[in-house]
Each structure stands twice: as C-alpha cells, then as structure tokens.
C-alpha cells in the first residue's frame, strides 16, 4: 500500500487527475484497512475539488470521515469540507445534467449541517449552524431557519455569532407571519423575540433596528384587530 500511495500520489502531482483516481481507488480497494487508505480517500476529495466537482469532493470527503474517523488529517477534512459549502452558499453552481448547472444553496445546508455532524465542538460548529440558517432564510425557507438559529442559541451559548442568530431567529418569525386579515400569532411570536433580544442586548448595534420592526409588528396587530372590532 506504501507503494500505491506513492505511485498513485505521482500521478496527481503531475495533475494527471485520471490516472491518479484510478490508482488511488485501486489502493482502496485492495487495501482498504491500510493506514494508507484514508490519505488515498482524501486525496480522492482533492482530485473532485480540483476539477470542479465540488459536491463529489464533499462525499469523498465525508467517506473519510465515516470510514476512518480517528485519521490524523479529520481535521483538515473537516476544514474542505467547510470551505466547499461556504463556495455553494456564495454562488458556486451544481452540476445537474451536462453542460447544465443550477444553484445550489440546499447543498450548502446539506454540507453545513454535515459539518457541524461531523464535528459539533470543532472549530467550524456554530458557523455552521449560523450559515445553514441564512441559506434557508435565502431560500425562503424561514421556520428552517428559525430552528437553526435556535439550534446555535441552545447549543453554543458562548458564540460570537449569538447577537445575530437571536435577531435573525426574530427577523425570520416577522418574515413568517401573515397579513393583517390572518392570524397574527407569528406577528407575535416575531414581536416576543424582537423584544427579548433587546432585553438581553440593550447595547447591541442590532437592537436600534428591533426596535423598528417591533412599531411596525405593533401596527400590523392593530390592522388585524381593528376588523375584528369593527364586526362586534
């Protein structure tokens, strides 16, 4: 297996990505319980990185984890794996079919919440819950993402990323609630942790805004109820 290593580690250097899969594979599966075998399924991952296939690395990446989880290098996996999401929640597309490409912050969520899997006290956790809550708040998905940025409030009480997961957790309840003419218990809900959010941080640069949405939250309540006087 030394030797595979070797041989197919040459093949990459020379950006022969081809050949070096190949050879690479090769090693895994006939010797797949070498202490080789999981710098084989890296670099795997880096041959998929480096010809585009981000999503592909992602898997052969997330492959070493699961195969070899007390490897040296989990970390710097961790990392790549980190970094590929953070491509696909800034733009970067995914390849569907051909020459056809589409975008992809779903796969962003998938590998952020894998990260934060993989590795939920590591460097990169509440970043990551941070950053798959924004992704479903860009895909308008925002009781998802209200439950991420519940998920970092309760498990990470010490991140930096505290103050603005507790006001975007209220901004997504606002964007949750409906119009006057319907039940306005998300509007309220939305108020509560605006509210709350200016208890606990009254110095927050966040909390002028909060006090904003919270006036206007007031009047969407009162466009509801007024109606409901009205009909009495």
């Not at 999401?85 to 975008?103: D, I, N, R, T, Y």
Request: aromatic share 16%.
């Amino acid at each position: 297996p030394g030797d595979q290593l070797k041989y197919s580690s040459a093949f990459y250097k020379k950006h022969n990505y081809k050949a070096a899969l190949r050879e690479f594979r090769k090693l895994i599966k006939y010797y797949p319980l070498s202490k080789e075998a999981p710098k084989a399924q890296y670099y795997i991952g880096r041959i998929m990185e480096d010809t585009g296939n981000l999503y592909e690395g992602f898997k052969a990446y997330q492959k070493v984890i699961d195969l070899y989880p007390h490897t040296d290098f989990v970390d710097e996996v961790i990392e790549r794996q980190f970094n590929i999401g953070s491509e696909f929640f800034k733009g970067a597309k995914f390849k569907v079919l051909g020459p056809l490409k589409m975008p992809a912050k779903d796969k962003a969520i998938e590998i952020f919440k894998a990260v934060n899997d993989n590795a939920p006290y590591g460097k990169y956790a509440d970043i990551s819950i941070f950053n798959a809550g924004l992704a479903y708040k860009d895909i308008f998905d925002y009781n998802n993402a209200i439950l991420m940025f519940k998920e970092l409030i309760d498990k990470y009480p010490d991140s930096k990323y505290l103050d603005d997961a507790r006001y975007k957790r209220a901004e997504g309840a606002r964007l949750v609630s409906r119009d006057p003419d319907y039940d306005q218990t998300p509007t309220s809900v939305a108020r509560e942790e605006f509210e709350e959010f200016i208890t606990k941080y009254p110095k927050s640069d966040l909390s002028k805004g909060a006090k904003a949405i919270i006036d206007k939250l007031k009047g969407k309540d009162a466009r509801s109820d007024f109606p409901t006087a009205m009909f009495y």
